[in-house]
Each structure stands twice: as C-alpha cells, then as structure tokens.
C-alpha cells in the first residue's frame, strides 16, 4: 500500500508544480500568489510525508500466512503474529517478517527437476545387511503458527534447509540401518515409513513445526539384488499359481465322490424299499400301463395285455 500512496503524492505534486512552470512562463506571480504557493508547497510536501507514512503503516497478510513482528526498540515480539487481513503498523519500529502456514513439501528425488534441488538429490543409504538404497522421499510439513515467534528467533526463514533436510536425511539413514534390503524393498516398506513419521514428528516439533506426512517414493536398489527379488517373486507367483490348481481338482474330486455317494445312498434306499415291499415293482409296472387298456391277465410274474392279443387276432 505504501507505493500505492506515494505515487498519488508524487503526481498530486507534480500537477501543481506544473501550474507553477506554466504561471512563471506567463509573467511570474504576485506576492499574495507566491505566499499562496509557499503554503501549497509546504502542504505538499506534508501530504507527501503523511501519505507515505500511512501507506507504509498498512499492512496485508494474505490467506495461509501469519506475519511475526519484532519491536527494534523493545527487542521483544508482539504477542501474536498478525492473522490475514489489513493492520497498521508502525514503520520502522517493527521488523516484519511474514511466514507460510500452510502444507508445504520437501522432495529429494534421483529424478532431476523433480525435488528441491535440480540435481540427482536421491539419499543413499545402507542396510542392516551392507546393502546400498537410493530412496526417494516427500515430507508434508507445516509451521506451528503458535510457536513462530520462536522459530523466528531460533531458526529463521531458511527451515527448510537449517531443519528439514538435514533431519530427514538423518532419520531416513538411522531406520533404513535397522533393517535388511530386501524387507525394505517389500514387507517392511510400511513399517519403515511408520518409523520415519514418528523419529521426524519429534525432531520438527521440537523446532516448532509439524510433521503431515512421510512418503517413501522410491527404493532403488542394486541391479543383482533387484533381479533375485524379482526371480522370488515370479517363483511365489508359481507356487500360488499351481497351489490353486491342486486345490481346484481337489476340489472337483471331492465334487464327483460326494456325487457318487448320494446316487449309491438313494439305490441303498430303494433297495430297502424294495425289499421290505416286494409286490412294489408289481404295482410300478401296472401304474405304468396306458389307461385304454381293459383287461390284464398274470401268473404273479408275466403281464399279459389280453385286448392287445384280441385288437392283433381281429
């Protein structure tokens, strides 16, 4: 807002500056008018100054930052630092410094262009087994915007670099030295990335910040070992592969044996049936005969269809 003001006064001035070059070249001015234009002037020149003073006195914090102030005279900070929005300050009695609390990332990366620095910035590190990672890593962090006076005080504006990435390079090398390559690399990346969030929570807490999040972007490790890790996976995949298929034919067998056992339990039954009731099949082979049928003629063993005998005779 300062220059905003201070270019209103300096064009306010040369307006009526102007109109003075014009008069002096039309014959100059009375004393009355050049009373009046000392008085013009000196008016000027304290608009100027006020402007300028009110201009530099306003001050806007933008949504998602704060803005620590530090009195020089009192060496002291406000209590506070000052939320979004407009505020008077007095200029020249207060440094200002403004901070952003909101979600910020730090990547090293083997990819250039892609972290904070352009170049391979990829942390090496070594495992419990003498097995040497390049990992590729994110931190979500932010600023506690309590405590930024404090890390005003003790760290200032350069965190990222005084704090965040030496810290993460110390904590990614302290976990990954407590683990083998391989589990790493597969079974203990969560585990590890668990570790990695509480060792760095602490350290960026005690320096007035806060930990979001840890992201474990990448394991690169030696070619060789890659390849074994790769060899084991396809052979798990194998293993799993056949076990279904054994576990599937199981299966159908059990199918077919259980299938079996249900046909030879019902003939079992009606093989009981039949012979606690013999004249059954008898009574099965009559309810069987076509209803045009009048008369049937039997020894107990033969069934004789005398109206079929007679309709052939005729």
């Known amino acids: 807002m300062g220059p905003l003001f201070t270019m209103i006064a300096i064009v306010i001035g040369a307006i009526i500056l102007g109109n003075y070059a014009k008069r002096m070249s039309e014959g100059g001015f009375t004393k009355s008018e050049l009373a009046r234009m000392r008085s013009m002037v000196s008016l000027l020149v304290v608009l100027v100054v006020v402007l300028a003073f009110v201009g530099n006195s306003i001050v806007t914090v933008e949504v998602g930052n704060r803005m620590v102030l530090f009195n020089r005279f009192t060496k002291q900070f406000t209590a506070q630092p000052l939320e979004p929005g407009w505020t008077l300050v007095m200029p020249g009695v207060y440094e200002r410094k403004l901070y952003n609390v909101q979600i910020q990332e730090y990547t090293m990366s083997a990819t250039q262009g892609e972290g904070d620095r352009q170049q391979d910035d990829a942390i090496t590190v070594r495992s419990s087994d003498g097995l040497e990672m390049d990992i590729d890593l994110t931190v979500l962090f932010s600023l506690d915007d309590k405590k930024l006076n404090e890390l005003h005080y003790n760290i200032g504006s350069n965190y990222r670099e005084k704090i965040i990435r030496p810290s993460v390079r110390e904590a990614i090398r302290s976990v990954f030295a ?72 199981e299966q159908e067998k059990q199918q077919v044996l259980i299938e ?55």
């Open 178 to 249: 407590l683990h083998e390559a391989t589990a790493a690399y597969s079974t203990e990346r969560e585990s590890i990335t668990q570790e990695l969030g509480d060792r760095l929570s602490s350290v960026l807490a005690d320096n007035n910040m806060l930990l979001n999040e840890v992201l474990v972007r990448n394991i690169k490790l030696p070619d060789a070992v890659t390849e074994k890790i790769n060899e084991k996976k396809a052979a798990q995949q194998d293993a799993e592969r056949m076990k279904y298929v054994l576990e599937k034919a």
């Open 260 to 314: 079996a056992q249900a046909q030879a339990e019902k003939i079992r039954v009606l093989n009981d049936a039949l012979v606690q009731n013999p004249n059954y099949l008898k009574w099965l082979a009559i309810d069987k005969l076509n209803d045009d049928i009048q008369l049937v003629v039997t020894d107990g063993n033969t069934l004789l269809n005398l109206d079929a005998l007679d309709r052939n005779g005729q």
